[in-house]
């Protein structure tokens, strides 16, 4: 099953997807991907350089012009071919995404793979919906209009969580508004966008309309935020980067959209249902071994259920089979790397001074001691100030937190920096009512915590950056509105030129 997906034998003109063509990258150097189930390089590539990101974006500038005057149905068609190559491909893209991040098989399968496709359907729709207001005579003299534009180029930056998910989630709405795109995924997660591109330009998408530049952030993704060519950047990663990326797109005053960090709460009152409550906080802050920007990660639960829910979280996480990615029986994967597991395990080492480890909290031992591994992780009682409670993990790792009335819960739960997702489990439709209006993220769940669809617009408010994936509202990011005025008077001598000229006709 590991073997089935073999990149160097894919790849091996490159990894550099510019003009509809594989290159190798001239930037000198190699990078390695590595199947951190077993820490075995899987492929090796070079990297892109900043002469092929200008290679990219000059394709890209050349594609522009007809694709951008291609009627919405010609994109529509496009699209909805490429999510039946996509489709087709399903199998190819779930080995090499497992291969490349450590995801359970059944977790590509049945979530990255699928979400993708739906994605290119849905684009594929919306590319014909572009709406904007009405033509209207809003001064008597003039008729006005607008015209909803694409920008130009684009230029992505995605994180390696859900390499092929945010390629969707950046190329798809771009692409289906009329412009064309650079994308740079995380340089040790390249072979999903690659595939991605290729099935693009399989499905008859023209030439340079997707690109993908494989480098590293500081020289290729630095270098694509800053190119005077690139009109717009789109950026998915950490907070910390997005900073670096808004101050480099001052410079050009290049358009932004950031999907930056989470750190999402998952506040459980008093007259919840327990169990739903402990598997949804289980399965939410587990998926994708927790490394996933809205995944449940404080637990803020009301007294009267605290030792309940904290009971069998720990029984349900230990229930949870950590395992080879490739077989059936495993549950959650490997993290991305070794030194991001380490990471994870210095979060959980100093949170013990302050706070509880009820389960986990340790890298498991035996056949698994090769990957970069760590077990289902609770701990409790951490102070709200605490690094586990403020900072993000990203890992398999969920803290649990007391709460008494229902003001102190919601205080609890804004109480970070962070404002991607949220969830509230109630049974009552007031409290989860006022915690819905409350609870400032881009999105909140009621009585779940995770689900996507593509209809609905996703994003962040405060650190977790601004600007929407998926849904209609992505189109808000990719367009440009333009307001075209029309004088119905035919006169040289217009009202308004009193102004200037006063009472002389
Ligand atoms: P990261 O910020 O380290 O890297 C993201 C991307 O930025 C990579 O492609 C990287 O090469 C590039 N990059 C790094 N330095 C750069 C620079 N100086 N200039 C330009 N580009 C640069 O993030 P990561 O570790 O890959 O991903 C995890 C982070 O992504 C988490 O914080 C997670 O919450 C966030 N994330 C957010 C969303 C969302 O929708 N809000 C979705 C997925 C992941």
């Known amino acids: 099953m590991r073997d089935r997906f073999q990149a160097e034998k894919r790849f091996v003109d490159g990894a550099q997807f510019i003009g509809g063509r594989l290159t190798h990258g001239t930037s000198g150097r190699t990078q390695d991907v590595v199947d951190p189930a077993t820490g075995e390089t899987v492929f090796s590539y070079h990297l892109a350089s900043a002469a092929d990101v200008d290679a990219a974006v000059a394709a890209a500038v050349a594609a522009f012009p007809a694709w951008s005057s291609a009627t919405p149905g010609e994109r529509s068609d496009a699209l909805h071919r490429f999510a039946a190559v996509l489709a087709g491909r399903a199998d190819d893209l779930a080995h090499a995404e497992s291969l490349q991040c450590g995801k359970p098989l059944k977790l590509s399968t049945g979530f990255d793979v699928p979400g993708t496709v739906d994605n290119a359907a849905f684009f594929a729709g919306a590319a014909r919906h572009l709406q904007g207001a009405a033509a209207g005579e809003y001064s008597a003299d003039h008729t006005s209009y607008v015209r909803r534009e694409a920008i130009g180029v684009v230029g992505s930056i995605a994180p390696w969580n859900y390499p092929l998910q945010m390629a969707a989630w950046k190329v798809l709405p771009a692409v289906a508004a009329g412009n064309t795109i650079v994308l740079k995924p995380a ?96 399965a939410g802050s587990l998926i994708n071994t927790g490394q996933d920007c809205t995944a449940a990660t404080r637990a803020y639960v009301q007294r009267p259920l605290y030792d309940a829910f904290v009971a069998r979280v720990a029984a349900l996480m230990e229930s949870v089979r950590v395992g080879d990615p490739f077989a059936e029986d495993t549950d959650i994967g490997p993290l991305i790397s070794h030194a991001h597991r380490d990471r994870v395990a210095g979060f959980v080492d100093r949170a013990r001074a ?123 990011e990719y367009t440009q509105v333009k307001h075209v005025m029309y004088d119905n008077t035919a006169t040289a001598a217009k009202d308004w030129h009193r102004t200037v000229f006063g009472d002389r006709t």
């Open 187 to 282: 340089e040790t997660t390249p072979l999903t966008s690659l595939l991605f591109a290729q099935a693009a330009r399989d499905a008859g998408i023209p030439d340079g309309v997707v690109n993908v530049v494989c480098g590293t952030g500081p020289e290729a993704g630095e270098h694509l935020v800053a190119h005077p060519d690139v009109a717009m950047t789109s950026f998915t990663g950490s907070t910390a980067v997005g900073r670096r990326v808004a101050e480099l797109a001052a410079a050009t005053v290049t358009r932004l959209h950031l999907e930056l960090g989470g750190k999402a709460p998952f506040l459980v009152f008093d007259d919840a249902d327990l169990e739903a409550a402990a598997r949804g906080a289980v």
């Open 354 to 476: 302050r706070a509880r480890v009820v389960t986990g909290g340790a890298a498991p031992a035996g056949d698994l001691a090769g990957g970069a591994y760590y077990l289902p992780t609770l701990i409790a009682d951490a102070p709200q100030d605490s690094e586990a409670v403020q900072a993000e993990i990203f890992g398999p790792v969920l803290v649990a937190v007391p709460f008494d009335t229902d003001d102190e819960g919601i205080a609890l739960a804004n109480d970070t920096p962070y404002g991607l997702a949220a969830s509230a489990w109630s049974r009552d439709v007031y409290r989860t009512g006022r915690a819905t209006r409350a609870l400032r993220a881009g999105c909140v769940w009621i009585n779940d915590h995770i689900p996507i669809i593509s209809e609905m617009p996703h994003g962040g408010y405060r650190h977790s950056g601004y600007g929407k994936d998926m849904s209609a509202y992505s189109f808000e």
